[in-house]
C-alpha cells in the first residue's frame, strides 16, 4: 500500500474522516495507532510483531535508564538497546551479506562451499524505525529529553505511518510534544498540504516512474550501449531517486499535515548543492542530521584536528552506505561521499560559499560557485552508479556473486570517459524522453529552491498559493492528478527506498 495507489487513497480517507470526527486525544492516538499496525500489516502481517517487540524493548529501556543515576546501570541499559536494535539490523539486513561474501571469498581460494543465502524476509522499512527507536534512549540517555510514560503515545511515535517505512526518521523531541494537544481541523493547513501531496504525486509518477524504464534497460546490461546513454542513464537515475524519495518525503510530510503532525523536511533542491557538504544539507536531511549527532559527533566530530577529522567523516559514511543495504556497491558509495567530504572539508571553503547571499556575491564568487555545482553533481551521479548496480537474483534463488554489481559499476563509470558510439535507433526516443525528463526534474528543484527563498523573504511573489481561489484551485488540483494517472504506468513502482 504505497501513496501513491488506490488503495492508500481509500484507506487514508477511512482514516482521515474517523481522525477527525473522534474527539479525545487518547482516543485519536490509539486509532492512529491501530491504523498504522493495519498500513504497516499490508505488506507483511507477522513482521508488525517485530516492530511493535522493538517499541516494547527502547519503552522499558529508557524507563530504566531514566529510573536511575548510577552510571554504570546507565550505561547498561543503553548497552542493551543498541546490541537490541543494531542485533535485529544485522539479523534481518546483514546475514546474508556475510554468509554471500564468505561464500565469494572461498570460492576465490578455490575452495568448495554449501554456503546458500538463508532468504530471510526483511521487515520493510526496518532501518528506519531501528534508527529512531534507538534515537530514543541516546536522547533519554543524555538528557536531552524525559522519557514517556505513556506506551501508547511510544507506540505511535515509533509506527506512525506517513513515516513509517521510509521516514523521515523523526527525533522524539519533535514528535511526543505534538501529542500533548488536541489537534484542531485547520482548512489553510489542508490546503497546503493537499498541494505539497501533489506535488510529491507528480514528482513520483511524472518523473521517477517515467524515467525507471529507460534507466532500468542501460543499468540491466551497460555494455550494450555507447557513452551518451551511460551519461543519460547515469543523470536520469539521479532524477529518479530524487523524484521517488524527496516526492515520498513530500507526501509523507503533507499526510501527516493534514492530521495535524508536523514532520520535518527531508529535501531542499539536493542537486543545486554548490559543494558535497552542501548536498549533504539539503538530501536527506533527516539521515545526515542523525548521522551528525549519534555516529560523527561522538567520535570526536571535527575537534581533534584535520586527521581525526577526516577519518571520522569517513568512518560516518562508510557507515551511512551500509545503512543503506547489504552491497559492497552501497560501501562504495559511502566511501566516495566520505573521500569527497573530507577533500572538501581539508581544502576548500565550498560549503560556507554556497550560504553567501546571492545578491552580495561577486563574479568571481559565482563563478566558483558555478564549478562547484558542476563537480558536485558529477561526483554525485558518479556514486549514483554504483548505489544502483546491486545483485541480482540468480534463478535459483542466490543473488549473485557480490562483485558482479562491483564489476558492472566499475565499467560503467569507466565508459563514461572512453567514448563509445552505438547505432541503436530504437533507443533514439529513449534519448529524448530521458532528456525531457532531467529537464524536468531540473525546474521542478530551480521552483522549488524559488519557493523556499520565497518563504524566507526573498521574492515579491511569496505566498502566491494561497491567493488563489479555494474552487479553482481543487479544480485544477483534481485535473492535474487525473492526468498523472491517465499518464502514469499500469502499475506504480514501490518507493526506492522501502527496501532500506
Known sequence: MIFSSWQFAAFYAVVFAA??????????????LVASCVFYMAWNAWLVLIVLGVAVW??????????????GIRRGLLALSVIGNLGLLAVFKYADFLILSLRDLLAALGLSTSLHSLHIILPIGISFHVFQTLSYTV??????IRPTRDFIEFALFVTFFPQLVAGPIVRAAQFLPQLETVKRLEWPRIER??????????????????????VDRVFADPTQFGTLDLWLAMFGYGAQIYGDFSGYSDMAVAVA?????????????PYLAASITDFWRRWHISLSTWLRDNLYIPLGGSRRGRRLTCRNIMITMLLGGLWHGASWTFVIWGAIHGFVLSFDKLTSSAGAESHVDPERRTPGRAGRTLIGWALTLLVVHVAWVFFRCQPIVLPGGDPEPLVQPLARALHFVTHLFVFRSTADAVWLPGRIACIILLALAGGLQLWEEWQHRSRHGRSSLAGWW?????PIAAAALALWVAVLVVWSPGNTNPFIYFQF
Open 19 to 32: 481522525y477527525w470526527t473522534v474527539r479525545g486525544r487518547y482516543a485519536r492516538h490509539l486509532l492512529l
Open 58 to 71: 527502547d519503552y522499558a529501556l529508557a524507563l530504566g535508564i531514566d529510573a536511575t543515576r548510577r552510571p
Open 139 to 144: 536522547d533519554v540517555y543524555r538528557g536531552d
Open 193 to 214: 498540504c493537499v498541494g505539497l501531496f501533489v506535488l510529491g504525486l507528480t514528482k513520483k509518477l511524472l518523473i521517477a516512474d517515467q524515467i525507471a524504464p529507460l
Open 257 to 269: 499535515g493534514m492530521l495535524g503532525f508536523d514532520l520535518p523536511v527531508n529535501f531542499r533542491s
Open 466 to 470: 494561497p491567493s488563489i481561489p479555494v
